[in-house]
């Protein structure tokens, strides 16, 4: 009786990338991930899975029992073109893998394929949600209106992660990942000759006002020792030299760990964007929408995980936060779980660029970890 999850994800280590080189070569974006779904659920039926799709979304049950463990891995690609040369190179122009979700998927193809062939040994019920659109589509929320935590105890997800040594699982306590908002807004004036501002209502040096304005936020409301980012990323006003336009637009991005740190960066950027508008003698607009609220940890499924790794002999280490955002956090705030990190880089093979660079890449070499620490969460959770 026994097995080995990691001897196990050996064995099927080359499948594992080469599913892994399909999905690269085949990118699909968010919510149109129709051929990797597909053939996720072709062989998830192969191996005796219960299946329900929830548009582009599979979520697949096996085994009986009491307690259920859900592993998540997302499918979705992004709308950059690629710049390696590599045999597995994307075939669709303008589209990527350029954040490791072929890996996730691949990933927990490999686990989906290892429990069947041990069911036995699984006092319980294993779900494997493959999700779409990650990348600002909140899938997460697609899912869970499709029942992917319904009579769920405990989910776990991984991402790839560069900051990591290859091969190393990054496990963390609490806020691992930040809450993520948008923002865009514009400065409504009068428009008329450069060499006449007296003749109108300028919203370039408005605007220009407002940006710096906007950088206090962070550093004079909020304490040193509390995270908050605001960055205006996208300007626009005006079409030619000798114009003052009517109109200056902007927009952004705003993150946080806490709900109330993300709640006083909305009041702080209204109320410097009404105040400036007065000031200047224009109108203003402002859209302030929430993506993604702070990915947190439950500490006894950190900690659970810490101890899985360790009676396998996976090597593991504390992740530091990150101002990046992730869906999984819905999951969390229904659900206790955590979400892991698999490191990936390899300066050796030139494995270093970072999330969403056109020439990112993962160690394939070590997705068999992944595949092995997620068969053995499920195993030591139904024990």
Known sequence: MGFDPVLEAKKIEKEIISWRRDFHMYPELKYKEERTSKIVEEHLREWGYRIKRVGTGIIADIGEGEKTIALRADMDALPIQEENDVPYKSRVPGKMHACGHDAHTAMLLGAGKIIPEHIDEFNGRVRLVFQPAEEGGNGALKMIEGGALEGVD????????????????????????????????????????????????DPVPALAELILAYQTIVSRNIKPLETGVVSVTSVHAG???????????????????????????????????????????????????????????????????????????????????????????FYLQMVPGAFLALGIRNEEKGIIYPHHHPKFDVDEDVLYLGTAMEVALALEFLK
């Open 154 to 201: 405990a989910i776990f997800g991984f991402h790839v992660w560069m900051n990591l040594p290859s091969g190393v699982i990054g496990i963390r306590d609490g806020p691992f990942l930040a809450g993520a908002g948008i923002f865009s807004g514009k400065l409504i004036g009068k428009g008329g000759h450069g060499a006449s501002p007296h003749e109108t209502k």
């Open 239 to 329: 079409t030619a030299f000798n114009v003052i336009p009517e109109t200056a637009e902007f927009k952004g991005t705003f993150r946080f760990f806490k709900p109330e740190i993300g709640e006083l960066i909305k009041k702080r950027m209204d109320e410097i964007a009404k105040g400036t508008a007065i000031a200047h003698n224009l109108e203003y607009e402002l859209k302030i929408d929430e993506l993604t609220p702070p990915t947190i940890n439950d500490s006894k499924m950190a900690g659970f995980a810490r101890k899985v790794a360790e009676k396998y002999g996976l090597k593991y280490c504390e992740v530091p936060p990150t101002m990046g955002a992730e869906d999984f956090s």
